[in-house]
């Protein structure tokens, strides 16, 4: 009788040297007949969607998460088709993308830029994402979007308000619907003067991050064009829940306007705060105090409850919007889920859409191409009018509303009325306006 | 002038909740001698309790007014809270407007209960060991019963607006010449963490049951060998300081809409507190909570930020590493509190 002695480090050795050896000719050949990473293998494509589960955005994300689900229908052919069937492109053909059956894998942002790369980089490497979406901050949307610039997937972001994220930031393979703080402002200052006059001195409270910053930047830009005089901006942390003593200040520093650039929790602790030291009922020189904010969002308006009353703001998108792509949306949506979709929701469905769409007119999932056909992209039917993914920034640019709490609601979801829908022309800039200077888009990298 | 005052009188209410809180801490720790990482968690629940009578309150059955339409275009639903079609609009309104000092009411045995589950379920297990674990233990709680909430509440803070007659503003100070307006909620919640505070003093201080506590905070193996049930008693104490942080929260919602991690933001601010003041000192926590709020109040001015950057974030650890270099007992401390 024989015996075959081996050890246990041989056994090791022989199979990591087996597998490699197994593993070799698939990895060379995927690589070397599509030529960029995760081409999509069979009849399904993959496509990675990266929201916030958990942390202080999670009500977002999960709002995220629904208009995704509803995409991925609409694109694999089931439900009513929402904005499919308002979309001027007619590209996508109800079968998913270019005939393979979309599914999706999801991540959570934690709303952390490391956990929010952490989840991408898990999602293209293990699950064979071919496209990255989703997310409710701009930290995390600049740090997701550097990732899949090096990983060679597609970025289309969701919720990033920050001019950074189209500005210094800015990647070939990233993608932005939603406005931005640029774009506020010049949505805003018009209104702002028409409804404040054009002497005015603004207090500025703002979030301590890159989001809080440009919007600032940007609002002060705006009104300062007006005749505004910026009498102070105090810069708050991201965690700070008690706004009192921010707030106090205010009352003594001659300013009339308090605008917070402040978004989700903070925005709800600072403007209650600011309601209940009495600042709306203030008169300041025979003028009455305001507080804008900004940037809007109805899951916001939610949580500040009646101190939103009145007051002024911005938002992407609104569900009592009239044109017929809305209508669409909010049908499809509001069937299935039971209430209206909010601004993420409808940025997160049509950043889907958009991508599909691109792929399908391209007809082929290489990032580059993809790239090529989103970029100087003119389109239709998605909501805000007719809209352009400018080239130079990958920057979207189309209507903006400026919208107001609403007095007296009809509904928990009638929050905001729209007070005007700022024509695209008004917020456009150039590429090279120095808020957006600073970064190049670079070369689109179709990885592998 | 008034700037200072109001400086202080936001001190004086921040201070209100780290006080509460930390005398909480305090009582758990004289007791039981356990270091609570979950006293945030209490707190947080306390908030999430008049969520929850204003929710209970809210219930409402639907009605279809074919007149209306809703988002869909479909006919509206409207709704119409139990509680005002029992006890007419009027009454049933001004019950869902009164809901956060009712909520007080409504937290008291919840809290208790809370406490005393916690204790005899969980934390009754640690005494014995060491302090390393009762404080991962605890900590451990906290994330678990902050998620709970999270799942049934959500992630977005929950307005709980005090009552109308109480949510303006105050003119403070008008007979001495100052013209300060403070929002009279605030300054319910100061005065209502005074007699919070001056309650469970009087409470220990006055009763018997009070002085077999004390007693056991001193020396607890005597009172045992005197035939008392000491473990029982402080049970007992374990839900009345679940019960403090709790109603600190019920009466902080409408200062700040509670949210799931409310809690975690104090618990470890009212840790400094705590060791500030002096382990296992009662009245040591309750002066330094509210010497820190009125620290970290100051520390937020403009005046403060623009002359040292960020002083705000980190006043009060500042000021605890002054006091421990300088009296390593706290202010108030004594000698022998964990201290082998």
Redesign the interface.
């Known amino acids: 009788m024989t015996k075959t002695t081996m050890s246990r480090r041989g056994v090791l050795k022989t199979g990591a040297i087996a597998g490699a050896g197994l593993a070799l000719p698939t990895y060379l050949s995927a690589a070397s007949h599509a030529g960029f990473t995760n081409a999509p293998q069979g009849d399904t494509v993959t496509l990675g969607f990266n929201v916030p589960q958990s942390g202080p955005y999670a009500d977002e994300g999960a709002d995220e998460l629904r208009a995704y689900e509803l995409a991925v229908e609409h694109l694999n052919g089931e439900g009513d088709g929402g904005m499919l069937n308002t979309f001027s492109s007619k590209a996508l053909e109800g079968n998913g993308i270019l005939g393979k059956k979309v599914e999706y894998v999801t991540g959570d942002t934690q709303t952390k830029s490391d956990a929010a790369r952490a989840s991408a980089k898990s999602m293209i490497e293990k699950d064979g994402a071919v496209m990255i979406t989703g997310g409710s901050s701009s930290g995390v949307a600049i740090a997701v979007q550097g990732l899949c610039q090096e990983a060679g997937v597609i970025f289309m972001a969701g919720l990033t308000h920050s001019n950074d994220t189209t500005g210094k930031d800015k990647k070939a393979n990233g993608f932005r619907h939603f406005f931005n703080g640029y774009m506020s402002g010049a949505a805003l200052a018009p209104v702002l003067e028409s409804q404040y006059g054009s002497d005015r001195k603004a207090y500025h409270l703002t979030a301590d991050y890159t989001w809080g910053w440009t919007q600032q930047e940007s609002i002060a830009a705006a009104t300062e064009a007006l005749g505004w005089e910026t009498v102070n901006n105090v810069l708050t942390p991201l965690a700070q829940t008690d706004f009192s003593s921010y707030i106090a200040p205010v009352l003594n520093s001659g300013a009339d306007v308090l605008v917070l650039n402040h978004y989700g929790g903070n925005m709800v602790n600072s403007l209650t705060n600011a309601v209940q030291f009495g600042l709306r009922e203030k008169m300041i020189d025979g003028k009455q105090f305001e507080i804008v904010v900004p940037l809007f969002s109805r899951l916001m308006a939610r949580g500040a409850g009646e101190n939103i009353k009145g007051i002024l703001g911005s938002t992407n998108w609104h569900w009592s919007l009239q044109d017929e792509g809305s209508k669409a949306f909010v049908q499809s949506f509001g069937t299935k889920y039971g209430f209206p979709p909010s601004q993420a929701a409808h940025t997160c469905y049509v950043q889907t859409l958009l991508y599909a769409d691109a792929v399908a007119r391209a007809g082929s999932f290489n990032p580059c191409a993809v790239v090529e056909a989103l970029e100087g992209f003119e389109f239709d039917g998605l909501g805000n009018g007719p809209t352009l993914y400018r080239a130079e920034d990958h920057q979207c640019f189309k209507d903006v509303l400026v919208v107001r709490g609403k007095e007296n609601p009809t509904s928990e979801f009638d929050l905001l009325e729209v007070v005007e829908v700022t024509p695209r022309a008004q917020v456009e800039y150039a590429p090279d306006h120095p808020m957006f200077a600073g970064g190049t888009l670079g070369e689109c990298n179709p990885g592998a | 002038m008034?700037?200072i005052i109001?400086?202080i009188l936001?001190g004086l209410?921040?201070g209100s909740a780290y006080a509460l809180i930390a005398l909480g801490l305090t009582l758990i720790f004289g007791t039981l001698g356990v270091v609570n990482f979950a006293h945030g968690a209490l707190f947080m629940i306390g908030a999430f309790c008049s969520v929850t009578l204003a929710k209970l309150l809210n219930l409402s059955f639907e009605t279809v007014d074919p007149t209306?339409k809703?988002?869909?275009g479909n006919p509206?639903k409207v709704k119409t809270p139990y509680i005002e079609s029992w006890f007419g609009p009027e009454v049933g309104a001004t019950i869902i407007d009164w809901s956060v000092p009712l909520a007080i009411l409504f937290a008291i045995p919840i809290m208790l209960v809370v406490g005393y589950v916690m204790e005899r379920g969980l934390i009754k297990h640690f005494y014995k060991r060491p302090h390393a674990d009762q404080i991962l233990v605890t900590f451990g709680l906290a994330i678990v019963l902050q998620e709970i909430i999270?799942f049934y509440f959500?992630?977005?803070?929950?307005?709980t607006?005090a009552p109308d007659a109480l949510?303006?503003?105050a003119s403070v100070g008008g007979a001495v010449g100052l013209n300060i307006?403070?929002?009279i909620?605030?300054l319910c919640y100061i005065a209502f963490s005074l007699l919070l505070i001056g309650g469970a003093f009087a409470f220990l201080q006055f009763t018997t049951f009070g002085m077999v506590v004390r007693a056991g905070m001193a020396d607890r193996e005597t009172v045992q060998l005197l035939g008392i049930d000491i473990d029982r008693r402080f049970t007992i104490m374990f839900g009345l300081a679940a019960a403090i942080a709790g109603l600190a929260g019920v009466m902080y919602g409408p200062?700040?809409?509670p949210?799931y991690?409310?809690g975690m933001?104090f618990l470890v601010l009212s840790f400094v507190v705590v060791v500030v003041g002096g382990m296992g000192s009662l009245p040591g926590a309750v002066l330094a909570g509210f010497l820190l709020g009125i620290l970290?109040?100051f520390a937020?001015?403009?005046w403060a930020?623009t002359t040292i950057p960020g002083i705000?974030?980190i006043i009060i650890y500042l000021v605890a590493i002054i006091v421990l270099l300088t009296r390593p007992r706290g202010l108030m401390g004594k000698k022998g509190v964990m201290e082998d």
């Open positions: 008034d700037a109001l400086q936001n209410d921040k209306q809703d988002f869909l509206l999270k959500g992630a977005n803070p929950i307005q607006p949510s303006g503003v307006a403070y929002p909620w605030r200062i700040n809409a949210n991690h409310m933001d970290e109040a937020s001015t403009t930020t705000n974030q």
